[in-house]
């Protein structure tokens, strides 16, 4: 009896601990700040969308002249390879990467961070017979993407402006 009152336990503490993992996720709330950040971009870029709206939901997005962080996004770059071929040499897993150059400036303008390069990457299996599927799971991967990106920038600006 003692055994099974053991077992018991040692399931339910498993169970626990295994659930509290995957609520943690990959939250970023932790990293808010009570500054206003201005993103100056080109209108349709898409990690400043994403940047924009995530600051929008936090409070922290400002206009210009209220900035105390000015976030200067350039032209997304997305690059997409094979990553893995079968056994017939067709491609079988594609790499995408999304790349995007930004430069982070003070209230003042004057740069925080020069001008750097920052990437987010995943694969996806590929089956050719299920082209329609392929296509939206593509599409579906680098919205993920560009929102990990804009995620990353502004964990970067954050860090940064707290030096200061």
């Known amino acids: 009896m003692q055994r099974v009152a053991t077992g018991f336990i040692v399931l339910i503490l498993s169970l626990t601990a295994a659930c509290g993992w995957q609520l943690r996720g990959q939250s970023t709330g932790s990293e ?14 898409p990690v400043a969308i994403h940047l924009r709206n995530s600051l929008e939901l936090r409070g922290n997005l400002t206009e210009l002249n209220d900035a105390e962080i000015i976030i200067e996004i350039g032209p ?9 071929v ?25 740069e925080v961070a020069p001008l750097t390069t920052m990437s987010q990457s995943d694969n996806y299996n590929y089956d050719r017979r299920i082209l329609e599927a392929m296509e939206q799971e ?12 804009a995620e990353a920038i502004l964990r970067r600006a954050i860090i940064l402006s707290r030096g200061q």
């Open 32 to 45: 808010d700040t009570s500054k206003g950040i201005f993103v100056r971009s080109s209108v349709d870029q």
């Open 76 to 84: 997304l770059m997305t690059n997409k390879r094979v990553a893995a």
């Open 86 to 110: 079968d056994q017939i040499g067709e491609a079988d897993v594609y790499r995408i990467t999304l790349s995007n150059q930004l430069r982070i400036l003070d209230s003042n303008g004057l």
């Open 138 to 149: 593509e599409r579906d991967l680098i919205d993920r993407l560009e929102q990990q990106l």
